[in-house]
């Protein structure tokens, strides 16, 4: 028989418990003005929309997942307010309760945090810990929240000695980035795109460094070269991106952290889960995207190396429909935040 698992997905934009595809749909029309440190800085708001709208789509992609070996019930998520309801909501025969947090959420809880978690696993909740940005290290309750998990998807190699000596020997660990937060092929695939390249990158990543690759590729390509460097994509924008053919996709966020040099953000991903042939640049210290690299998921060139660069735009704009769509099978099967979550949780029997 399948195992029943329910997922309840941890945003600290959401209050109660409540049905996950009732939250998603609803989530654009929040009111972000009382939620925000000052409503009357529209940029502020405006990053709290792309933020509030981002972590909804997490909850849409958990209310999506699937697995042959799983049988997922309606998945809901839950704000601070509504925890101790997911402990004491009633549940269905056979039912797993899994809790899902991510990032440096758990530290909204502050020095409450262990506590909580340490009560939701004696009312059988179990607790995957989905971690970026170098939690183990940089996120202070990380000590408090490690006895309590069953699963913990990390982006740092090698943990932090301290808070690895506090997992449990039955929470399985998988070393692994951030990837997509995409319900897999809902952009169809594009057989006639622009033959044109895409830079997805952020405010956050516009270095000096990044800036003469733009530069470059601009007087190179010209009108066939797009450079997008604002905070992030809408959510509601992202199907629209896949008029171009090729997504040109930062990495090496912090050069200077050892951790997380050899990492990178999740648009090489939003580029393969929508038919972008993705094109990013190595770490100067990092392999994490060389599996790609050799399967021919992904182009890459050697840090700030702009004759490589160019040429491997020139042969991500030259990739026919037949590798295109490998790419776009391959990024929507498995490199997508359900899927992972899902495989995850079948580790943690």
């Known amino acids: 028989m399948k195992r029943r698992v329910r997922i309840c997905y941890f945003n600290t934009w959401a209050r109660g418990l409540e049905d996950a595809v009732v939250y998603a749909a609803r989530a654009p029309t929040l009111d972000l003005a009382v939620l925000v440190s000052d409503p009357r800085d529209a940029a502020l708001l405006r990053k709290a929309r792309l933020d509030c709208d981002w972590y909804a789509e997490n909850a849409r992609c958990f209310a999506a997942m699937s697995h042959a070996e799983i049988e997922f019930l309606p998945a809901w998520v839950v704000g601070q307010a509504g925890l101790l309801e997911l402990a004491k909501a009633p549940r269905e025969p056979g039912e797993e309760r899994w809790l899902v947090t991510m990032g440096h959420q758990p530290q909204a809880l502050g020095a409450l945090a262990g506590r909580v978690f340490a009560l939701l696993a004696q009312a059988g909740v179990r607790h995957l810990f989905y971690a970026f940005d170098e939690a183990s290290r940089a996120m202070p309750c990380f000590l408090e929240i490690a006895p309590h998990l069953d699963v913990l ?173 490998k790419i776009y099978h391959h990024f929507n099967q498995n490199e997508n935040v359900g899927s992972v979550v899902a495989n995850a949780i079948i580790l943690a029997q």
């Open 153 to 325: 998807i990390h982006d740092e190699a090698p943990l932090a000695a301290e808070g690895a000596a506090l997992l449990r020997t039955e929470c399985a660990t998988l070393h692994r980035s951030w990837v997509a937060n995409v319900v897999p092929f809902a952009t169809p695939f594009n057989e006639a795109p622009e033959e044109k390249i895409l830079f997805l990158g952020s405010q956050l990543g516009l270095t000096p460094h990044r800036q003469r690759q733009i530069d470059f590729l601009k007087r190179k390509f010209k009108d066939r070269f797009i450079a997008s460097c604002d905070h992030s994509v809408a959510v509601s924008d992202r199907a629209a991106l896949n008029r171009c053919k090729v997504g040109l996709c930062p990495e090496g966020r912090k050069f200077t952290t050892p951790a997380m040099a050899a990492t990178h953000t999740d648009r090489p991903f939003w580029s393969g889960c929508l038919g972008l042939v993705p094109v990013s640049e190595d770490s100067r210290s990092g392999g994490r995207l060389q599996e790609l690299h050799e399967a021919k998921l992904i182009l890459r060139y050697p840090h700030g190396d702009l004759a490589a660069l160019a040429e491997q735009c020139e042969r991500a704009l030259e990739t026919p429909n037949l590798e295109r769509r």
